[in-house]
Nanobody, 126 residues
Framework: QVQLVESGGGLVQAGGSLRLSCAAS????????MGWFRQAPGKEREFVAT????????YYADSVKGRFTISRDNAKNTVYLQMNNLKPEDTAVYYC???????????????????WGQGTQVTVSS
């Protein structure tokens, strides 16, 4: 059974930091592009960051560029999202996703991803 399990969410004050983790199991994800998305209440799920299978390519949404960093450890089948200088508008449920298409280097669209985690809540207070 393929699973992606996010952790590391919580409540933090504006300006603070959190590090999200996504542990994958059930298959090897070391050749998959991985991504983070988020969904705020009443809004659609949106792209946050993506990383290639080797880690040599990353891409970020403009809203998080310079504040968030995506990374991965293929030996641990885990992808991370370091979030610094958090803002109240970063409040959302954060989802990890994996793409099973070996032709996709990095993915910025929801429909490019085949596997999704259940999400972890991040709340930033002002």
């Amino acid at each position: 059974q393929v699973q992606l399990v996010e952790s590391g969410g919580g409540l933090v004050q504006a300006g603070g930091s959190l590090r999200l983790s996504c542990a994958a199991s059930g298959r090897t994800f070391s050749r998959d592009a991985m991504g983070w998305f988020r969904q705020a209440p009443g809004k659609e799920r949106e792209f946050v960051a993506t990383i290639s299978w080797s880690g040599d390519s990353t891409y970020y949404a403009d809203s998080v560029k310079g504040r968030f960093t995506i990374s991965r450890d293929n030996a641990k089948n885990t992808v991370y999202l370091q979030m610094n200088n958090l803002k109240p508008e970063d409040t959302a449920v954060y989802y990890c996703a994996a793409c099973n298409d070996p032709q996709l280097h990095i993915g910025k669209r929801l429909n490019e991803y085949d596997y999704w985690g259940q999400g972890t809540q991040v709340t930033v207070s002002s």
